[in-house]
């Protein structure tokens, strides 16, 4: 459930650069354009631990990719994204924190402090999640808002299920998934 935060704002902590990039994107695009939130921000990484990771010159090189593309609507993509960082309506913000191997729970203040007041805080990747159940084996059905409860802001993890962690998931699906 989104909640009234300062100013609509929204966070989406990213994982992967390339089509998971352009995934979140959209998301922002979407989240700014139909005015659920009148700022996205993105965290990215400072540094990339695997060669995938995520930072702020990913998102510009994504954009102009996207911007000084042969097909039409693509670039009239690219260049309404261009238009959201130049008002800042996206605003990128890097860190080293993200690629650190401590459980999300763990989070430095500066971090809490920058993620607090958010409507949502949409949260990508596996390795994102992973970190966010502290890589413990939690019983499948425990309920993640208790375990994603120290989050400073409505979380809303989303991810590909690589790994067998995992949580909030319906006791009877479980059994038909066995």
């Known amino acids: 459930r989104m909640v009234d935060g300062d100013g609509d704002r929204v966070d989406i902590i990213v994982d992967n650069a390339g089509f998971e990039l352009v995934c979140d994107l959209t998301l922002a695009d979407h989240l700014v354009s139909t005015g659920v939130a009148n700022t996205v921000v993105i965290h990215a990484k400072a540094h990339p631990t695997f060669v995938s990771d995520a930072m702020e010159k990913d998102v510009e090189a994504t954009v102009v990719a996207l911007e000084s593309s042969s097909d039409e ?51 990508k990747g596996d390795a994102n999640y992973r970190r966010g159940l502290g890589e413990r084996d939690w019983p499948l059905d425990a309920p993640f808002a208790q375990i994603a409860s120290y989050f400073p802001a409505p979380v809303c993890c989303l991810r590909t299920l690589k790994a067998e962690l995992g949580c909030g998931m319906d006791a009877a699906k479980i059994d038909k998934a066995k």
Request: glycine share 6%; charged share 25%.
């Open 73 to 123: 609507e693509t670039a009239a993509m690219g260049a309404r994204w261009r238009t959201h960082l130049e008002a800042g309506r996206w605003r990128v913000r890097e860190d080293f924190w993200w690629v650190q191997p401590q459980p999300l729970w763990e989070m430095p203040q500066s971090i809490a402090d920058a993620l607090a007041g958010s409507k949502m805080i949409f949260v």
